[in-house]
């Protein structure tokens, strides 16, 4: 049995496969502080499972203009030119990850939770004034340094998820009790490596200790959005178990029970584009 | 246990109803079977003339399997949150979530 740190993993993090040129020439392209659209939607044409993506998110139930969004220049003006550098980020590292197939591990589940999450963080986001497609696409990358365990060391992911199982724990306190370290450092660490927005960055890192972030973090909207996803079982399964939620973040995001409840029902009803998040 | 089938006048079809037969026009399928219809659908429907559709009547539950599917939620909220301790946050999470899962049974 072989000891790993978070130093094996972050120095792992360089085999990974990079971004396609075109999505890194697109992110390095929407950093500039004068972006033209035209330009943009050129760009993102020649990604066309990447702008496959970006339609379906422009045609989801959310912006209810189902069906009606057929360009990109469309739905670069549906989902505003300032969100399309995080959904980017999101819609090309998902489907970069999601070939990082895993023997023994369920992809299933954690792309199920993760789009779960996507939806929640943008229900909440709206609520409360935030940005909805900056909460969307940290949500969808909120544990995305747990597939990277899983797919790099799954030696280390097995004994993490043996040890939960045996205490029937939280799985961040399985991964701290066997590794010494969490998903969250892996996150962050991808996250920096491939430049992703500082925001989105941060929310990896912090969701499950928004308290030690500013109030009005996306960390604290994220936190939240996991702990709803849960309770609405993505990904479901005999063995999930809702995070504990921080009284500090819940109370900073200002939501009464009553309001919570309308929008679990608003997620509920969004259900089916959680499916096409990820296809 | 069969669902029960009923013929409805097109305006009074609702979104969401659940077609049992196919939706035919002069030989075409307008819509198949087992289509969850929209409003836009219906009012595509009502364009084409079309008098009545076959759909699927709501289910109708007994008190019985009320109270068995309100018992599977509570179970299943439970599940969920055995870890959750004596924390206050969590104990009025739990209810919200409880709450908003059997509002949805009746």
Known sequence: ????????????????????????????????????????????ARDPTLAARLLRVANSSFYGLQG???????????????????????????????????????????WSHSA?????????????????ENAFTAGLLHDIGRLILAARFPEAYRRVEAHRAQRDCYPLEAEREVLGFDHTQIGAALAAR?????????????????????????????????????????????????????????????????????????????RGDADRVLE | MSTPIRRFPLDQAQPGMVLAADVMSGGNVLLPLGTVLSAAQLAGLAKREVGEIVVLAPVERSAAEIEALRVAQERRVQRLFRRAGSDATM??????????????IE
């Open chain 1, 68 to 110: 009606q969004v057929a360009t990109i220049a469309d739905a670069l003006v549906v989902l505003g030119l300032r969100s399309v550098r995080t959904l980017v980020t999101g819609a090309a590292v998902a489907s970069h990850l999601q070939s990082l197939a895993v023997a023994g591990y369920d992809g299933r589940a954690f």
């Open chain 1, 194 to 270: 491939w430049k992703f927005p500082a925001e989105i960055t941060a929310a990896i890192s912090w969701h499950h200790s928004p308290a030690d972030q500013p109030d009005g973090s996306l960390a604290e909207l994220i936190h939240v959005a996991d702990v709803m996803a849960h309770a609405l079982d993505f990904p479901g399964g005999e063995d999930d178990l809702v995070p504990q939620l921080s009284s500090v973040a819940w109370n900073r995001l200002g939501l009464g029970w009553i309001e919570f409840r309308r929008l679990l029902g608003e997620v509920d009803a969004q």
């Open chain 1, 116 to 132: 779960g999450t996507a939806l929640c963080a943008r229900t909440l986001a709206r609520q409360v004034g935030a940005s909805p």
């Open chain 2, 91 to 104: 104990q009025a999470l739990l209810r919200a979530v409880q709450a908003y899962r059997l509002e949805g």
């Open chain 1, 1 to 44: 049995m072989s000891e790993i740190t978070l130093q094996t993993v972050v120095a792992d993090l360089d085999r990974l496969p990079a971004l396609s040129a075109v999505v890194q020439d697109l992110l390095d392209y929407l950093q500039q502080p004068e972006v033209d659209v035209g330009q943009v939607a050129q760009r993102i």
